[in-house]
């Protein structure tokens, strides 16, 4: 079982960048494949972009498909999404989780190992 902590989120301006991590424990972390999801205020939960177990294969969601990027360093136990030319749609909690498969998930529901979530505000 992972456990999972977000840290990067902040206010920025539209336009602007930001990079978030998630930080696991636990035991082998290169087994996982790794979502990132948000949710805004009012709205259901949404996928965001996942990254298989070994880094090979990443997903994203059309919405920030060209301006997003998932990455991982498994030696670190960390997954990384770099976030560049932010809206104010993407205004929201961003939330890591673990699906224990080499390959990601399009079902929220098999994501576990849920982080406590960091917040992201685009505007000016």
């Known amino acids: 079982q992972l456990q999972l902590v977000e840290s990067g989120g902040g206010l920025v301006l539209p336009g602007g960048s930001l990079r978030l991590s998630c930080a696991a424990s636990?035991?082998?972390?290169?087994?996982?494949?790794i979502g990132w999801f948000r949710q805004a205020p009012g709205k259901e939960r949404e996928g965001v972009s996942c990254?298989?177990?070994?880094?090979?294969?990443?997903v994203y969601a059309d919405s920030v498909k060209g301006r997003f990027t998932i990455s991982r360093d498994n030696a670190k136990s960390t997954v990384y999404l770099q976030m560049n030319n932010l809206k104010p749609e993407d205004t929201a909690v961003y939330y890591c989780?673990?699906?224990?498969?080499?390959?990601?998930?399009?079902?929220?529901?098999?994501?576990?190992?849920w982080g406590q979530g960091t917040q992201v505000t685009v505007s000016s």
């Open positions: 989780a673990a699906y224990p498969f080499f390959r990601c998930s399009s079902s929220t529901t098999d994501f576990g190992s």
């Open positions: 636990g035991s082998s972390f290169d087994s996982y494949s």
């Open positions: 990254i298989s177990s070994s880094g090979s294969r990443t």
